[in-house]
C-alpha cells in the first residue's frame, strides 16, 4: 500500500478497514485480527487515530507483530505485514484474507457483525465411535516386503481369545524419479511452483502476486499463501506495498536497515533540491546521486508510489514534483 492508498482508506474506508491508534491496545489488536481471520478478510491498521484525525505511529519493532501473530494465531499465512513510513513514524498495515479454518484470540473466537467485533462459538463436527460387532481374524503381515497376504482361512480354536484386526500400511513402490522429486521437496519444504518462483526472482530480481497467478494458474489466495511461506521461512522479502508491491530475494535486518537509511537519506536530499528548484527531471536526479538512468527512473517511480512527487509533463519533458500534501497530516 502507498500513501495515496492510505489516504484513500481515511477518507473511504471499507467495512473491513479497521484503525487502531497504538501498538499498545494488544487486545484490540488480537480480537480485530481474529474477527477478520473468521468472517471475510479485511486490513488494520495501527499507528492512526480516525476519529482525531491524527498519524500516531506504530511504536514497537518489527519483529514484535512478527511474534505477536506466531503466538496467537500460530504463524498463520493468512496475515502479511508492511509499513508505510511518513513525517518520521511508522504504521503498521496488516492484511488479513479469510481464514480456513476458526482462529481464536487468547482461546475466545470473534467475528464481524455490521463492523462490529462479536464472540461467538464455532460449530464443531460431531464425533462417530465404531464399533466391530464381531471378531476378525488377524491380518498376516510380513516384514521383509511390508505387503499384506491372504486371510487365514483356519478358524480361530475355541480355547484361544479373538484377535481383531487392524489397519496395515502398505509402502508405496517409489522409483528413482519419484525418490528423487519427493527428497526436493522434502528438504525445502516447498512445493514445486514456490522452487519455480524462487527461481524466478533470482533471474528477473522479483515477482508479483499477480504473475505468479498468471505463471501457476493458482488463485490470489494461494499464491499469497505460497508467497508468504517463501517469505516467513526467509527467502524472500517484501518490497513496496499495495498495488506495487513484490517480492523480492530476501534481506538480512542489517541490510534491509542499511537500506532504509540511504532511502531516508535520498528523501531528505531529494526535498531539500526540490524546495529550491521546485522540480526535478529522471537526468539530473541520475547525476545528482551518482546512478545510472534506469535506476533513476526506477527509484523515482517509487517516491511516487509512495506519494512523496508527482509526475507531470511540462512543455513535452518529464518532471516530477512535490506531491500535495494533505493538511492534517
Known amino acids: 500500500m502507498n500513501w495515496q492508498s492510505f489516504i484513500s482508506l481515511i477518507q473511504f ?18 480480537k480485530t485480527l481474529s474477527a477478520l481471520l473468521n468472517t471475510h478478510g479485511g486490513i488494520l491498521i495501527v499507528g492512526y487515530d480516525k476519529i482525531n484525525v491524527h498519524l500516531t505511529g506504530y511504536n514497537q519493532s518489527d519483529e514484535w507483530i512478527n511474534h505477536f501473530i506466531e503466538t496467537h494465531f500460530n504463524g498463520t499465512l ?4 508492511a509499513f508505510l513510513f ?16 476458526p482462529q481464536s484470540y487468547k482461546n475466545i473466537f470473534y467475528m464481524l457483525n455490521n463492523k462490529t467485533i462479536e464472540e461467538f462459538q464455532p460449530q464443531t463436527t460431531p464425533t462417530f465411535n465404531y464399533q466391530i460387532s464381531e471378531p476378525l481374524e488377524a491380518n498376516q503381515f510380513n516384514p521383509d516386503n511390508e505387503k499384506m497376504i491372504n486371510f487365514d482361512t483356519n478358524p480361530i480354536p ?20 519419484t525418490e528423487n522429486s519427493n527428497e526436493t521437496i522434502k528438504n525445502n519444504n516447498f512445493n514445486h511452483r514456490q522452487m519455480d518462483a524462487l527461481n524466478y526472482v533470482n ?4 515477482i508479483k502476486n499477480k504473475l505468479y497467478r498468471k ?9 499469497h499463501i505460497e508467497l508468504a511461506e517463501l517469505v516467513s521461512k526467509k527467502k524472500l522479502s517484501i518490497s513496496g506495498s499495495g498495488r506495487s508491491t513484490c517480492y523480492v530475494q530476501f534481506q538480512s535486518k542489517e541490510e534491509s536497515i542499511s537500506n532504509h537509511q540511504e532511502n531516508n537519506t535520498k528523501e531528505q536530499l531529494l526535498s531539500s ?27 523515482l517511480k517509487q517516491f511516487c508510489d509512495q506519494g512523496i512527487l508527482e509526475k507531470t509533463i511540462i512543455e513535452n519533458e518529464v518532471f516530477y514534483i512535490k506531491a500535495n500534501q494533505l493538511s492534517f497530516i
Open 203 to 206: 533471474e528477473h530480481g522479483a
Open 158 to 177: 475355541k480355547n484361544k481369545p479373538p484377535l481383531y484386526a487392524s489397519p496395515i500400511k502398505i509402502l508405496p513402490e517409489l522409483n528413482s524419479s
Open 86 to 101: 511518513r513525517s518520521n513514524k511508522k504504521v503498521l498495515i496488516l492484511e488479513v484474507i479469510k481464514a480456513e479454518s
Open 215 to 223: 505463471l501457476f494458474e493458482v488463485s490470489h489466495k494461494t499464491a
Open 78 to 81: 493468512s496475515i502479511t505485514s
Open 273 to 299: 533540491f526540490i524546495a529550491r528548484k521546485n522540480k526535478i527531471t529522471e537526468t539530473i536526479y541520475a547525476d545528482e546521486f551518482n546512478i545510472d538512468l534506469a535506476q533513476a527512473i526506477n527509484e
Open 13 to 30: 474506508p471499507q467495512e473491513s478497514t479497521f484503525f487502531i491508534s497504538s501498538a499498545r491496545q494488544e487486545d484490540q489488536i488480537g
